[in-house]
């Protein structure tokens, strides 16, 4: 018998061992935060309303944090040691701000909803133009029609150019490379961050002046694509990296050259991370203002021709009109603001959605499909 | 990067018996590999070498037609156009020497709002937040960064405009006095309070806080395991941690991160433009009525029809353009060198 057998006899009952949690919510902590936030709410109340002549209700929600944090340091400095407070109100400061930033965008999307469904909840909304609609029209006439129209033309025309672009741009950095592959990537993140407004400035200067073309949603979807362009090349290029290196060298063994590897190989395995690179850059496409207020022009009619002719796109409708003084106007903008944003969730869920599955994973509609191969056979 | 490996002759294949042979040491040198390229390959590779050398001729021929559209009125002002405040082009008349400064106040003013809360944030979903909700905040931040600049507009000037406008009056009856920059001279009435460079700053910062927040969780969320369970095997406490390992090892992506945010609150139009009321002076009191930026002057004042005054807004447009290149070249760089932006490279 061996000294490790007999060790193992002679503690034969150990306790089954449980795992030590570290960290995790007690309740001491959870009414610690509880209490403060009480606390410091009916002290800025206090404070708000009865003693100091404030007003607003951003200061009120500042002071209350600040108000806040004050009380659960204080609260824990009854029961626990510094340095354990110290580490809750660190962690109550950062949690503070994950709320605060979901708070943001929540209250982005719900004040736009509230604010713009007055005039969306009106049918004539998407299936009006604004040509025989006056400045004090009631909300029953006039719609965004034409802007939604020309939002969709445009989008379309400016994928058409920037994704071929795009991923073009993505496969060379990734399968030609080179020297200059570096400084195409350089040059690619400085387009990334180039101000809207430089684009739209760009195509007017280039097309409608030195050119001469008039304004239409042409240059507007060519303004668009100098925006999307680089987008589409960065999320592009993440995901051909991440095919792996033996589907090449399988098709290259097989005899492939190289275009055939990376149309036949590279680019279908990546398709799904290429869609949502196409698709968030549509998204982020869509709501460009600047590039459009400078080269589509404005005009209050129909105009489906993207090529003759001024075109409105959504985020020029609602520039235009959230300034004028009328209510009714302001609340078309708005609406016409609730369709924008629904579109950019829309698309921006979608990449998600497609995004999900890393390059070769096959969707459930596939993997059914392999399987109903693999039984035929 | 992928190509053939062939042997050009058939000499070098097999076992290499030229070494055992004891041939002279100065034949072994290393074999030349070339790759034949089919015709097919030639041209493909042509067509992405075109699409990847496109983005050359975009940005350079931005910064042509900048240049050339601009010259006109660069040459109507000569040096006054980086030193002269007013915008009066009719009256040749013309510079930068407000718009710029005012719109780098903005932009200063969107950082100290933004900084904070987006660091924190970066922290929070790299370190704190459960596993559970962390991809979900990583999307959301994302969607932040993907709603449209005029939503934001609008949100700025007709939700909060009315709600800032008493916490503004309450700062500078009480912090003006001890900082000037805070001094409303225009008497207390709240149009005083209202489309001030405070407010602008406040709307772009909810633009760049995505921005700076992805990019700081991205480096935050690669410090190094070994260095993290080291820290804690020291006795340290999760903060101690992220304070001595987490934040040190990510110093440079934070830095890059706030400066690409930098470049890019300069180049917000659309709500900035939204909101202010232009102003053609720097006086630095950000809590005033008033303010101005290069880009929302080009959204302003693209409609006025004269070539000078388009010439005019190019060519603002174009020191737009050459600042947002420099701080972005300057931000990747010391992103790049940087021992967290080493990481992340390829």
Redesign the interface.
């Known amino acids: 018998m061996s000294v490790i057998e007999r060790t193992a006899q002679a503690v034969p009952t150990a306790p089954a061992e449980r795992r030590v949690r570290l960290g995790g919510v007690t309740r001491e902590s959870v009414l610690t935060l509880l209490g403060a936030a009480a606390g410091s709410l009916a002290l800025d109340w206090v404070l708000y309303e009865r003693v100091l002549p404030l007003s607003g209700a951003f200061g009120f929600l500042v002071v209350w944090y600040l108000l806040f944090l004050a009380m659960t340091w204080g609260l824990g400095r009854l029961q626990w040691d510094a340095r354990t407070v110290r580490e809750r109100l660190v962690q109550t400061v950062v949690g503070s701000s994950g709320v605060l930033v979901v708070a943001l965008i929540v209250d982005q999307i719900v004040y736009v909803a509230i604010r713009g469904s007055h005039a969306a909840s009106h049918s004539n909304f998407f299936t009006q133009s604004m040509e025989t609609t006056a400045t004090l029209s009631p909300i029953t006439s006039g719609g965004a029609l034409n802007a939604v129209v020309g939002s969709l033309e445009q989008l379309g025309l400016a994928t058409l150019f920037a994704v071929p672009l795009g991923i073009a741009a993505a496969v060379f950095m990734s399968e030609v490379g080179g020297r200059l592959a570096r400084p195409v990537r350089t040059v690619v993140e400085a387009m990334t961050a180039l101000p809207s407004i430089v684009a739209g400035l760009f195509i007017l200067g280039v097309v409608i002046l030195s050119l001469g073309v008039q304004k239409c949603g042409f240059a507007a979807s060519l303004a668009l694509t100098v925006m999307m362009m680089p987008i589409v090349t960065r999320a592009a290029e993440v995901v051909i990296r991440l095919v792996p290196g033996t589907l090449r060298e399988a098709s290259y063994a097989l005899g492939g050259s190289q275009w055939r590897t990376v149309l036949n190989v590279v680019l279908p395995t990546a398709r799904p991370g290429l869609v949502t690179a196409v698709v968030l850059g549509m998204a982020r496409g869509v709501g460009e203002t600047s590039p459009v207020l400078l080269t589509s022009g404005f005009t209050s009619g129909m105009n489906a021709d993207p090529f003759s002719d001024h075109q409105v796109s959504l985020p020029l409708y609602i520039w235009n009109y959230v300034r004028y003084p009328a209510p009714d106007m302001v609340a078309r903008g708005f609406a016409a603001a609730l369709t924008l944003m629904a579109m950019v969730l829309v698309l921006f869920v979608t990449a998600r959605l497609i995004g999900g599955r890393r390059p070769g994973d096959l969707s459930r509609r596939q993997r059914r499909r392999l399987q109903r191969e693999m039984a035929a056979s | ?4 490996v062939t042997a050009d002759d058939g000499q070098g294949t097999g076992l290499d018996a030229s070494s055992d042979a004891g041939f002279d040491a100065g034949e072994d040198r290393p074999r030349r590999i070339t790759a034949p ?2 015709a ?2 030639r ?3 042509g ?10 001729a ?2 350079g ?2 910064a042509f ?2 240049l ?2 601009g010259l006109q009125a660069l040459r109507s002002s000569g040096w006054s156009f980086f030193t002269e405040q007013n915008w009066l082009t009719q009256a040749h008349v013309f510079g930068i020497a407000a718009v710029l400064p005012d719109g780098i106040i903005i932009a200063l003013v969107a950082l100290a709002i933004a900084v ?2 987006a660091l ?2 970066a ?3 790299s ?3 459960p596993v559970r909700i962390r991809s979900a ?1 990583v ?6 960064a ?7 507009g ?2 700025g ?4 405009q009315p ?5 503004v ?2 700062l500078t009856m009480h912090l003006g006095g001890v900082l000037p920059f805070l001094k409303v001279r225009t008497g207390d009435i709240d149009t005083s309070y209202t489309s001030s460079p405070f407010i602008a700053g406040t709307v772009v910062s ?1 633009m760049i ?1 995505p921005i700076i ?1 992805s990019l700081s969780r991205e480096v935050f969320s690669q410090a190094p395991q070994g260095e993290r369970e080291g820290a804690y095997a020291l006795g340290s ?3 101690g941690m ?1 304070r001595k390992v987490v934040l040190p090892f990510g110093r440079g992506g934070v830095i890059g991160a706030v400066m ?1 945010g930098f ?2 609150a ?5 709500a900035v433009a ?1 909101i202010i009321s232009p102003k053609f002076l720097v006086t630095g009191h950000i809590l005033e009525n008033g303010a101005n930026s290069i ?1 929302a002057l ?2 302003l004042r ?1 409609g006025e029809s004269d070539a000078l005054s ?1 010439s005019a ?2 060519a603002a ?1 174009l020191v ?2 050459l600042l ?2 420099l701080v ?2 300057v931000a ?1 760089v010391v992103i790049g060198r940087s021992r967290s932006g080493a990481a992340t490279a ?1």
Do not use: C, H, K, Q
């Open positions: 990067m992928a190509d053939f390229v089919s097919g390959d041209i493909f590779r067509l992405l070498r075109a699409a990847g050398l496109s983005v050359f975009i940005m021929l931005i037609f900048l050339y559209r904070p809360v924190t944030a922290v929070f979903i370190e704190y937040a905040l999307s959301l931040v994302d969607l932040m993907a709603i449209p600049s005029i939503v934001y609008l949100w000037l007709f939700f909060l709600r800032i406008v008493g916490f009056r309450w909810l806080i927040a406490t999760r903060w992220v690409l470049g890019r300069m180049g917000e139009t659309i939204l880009s080009i959204a693209f388009l807004l190019m447009g737009l353009f947002t290149l972005n070249m990747s390829d």
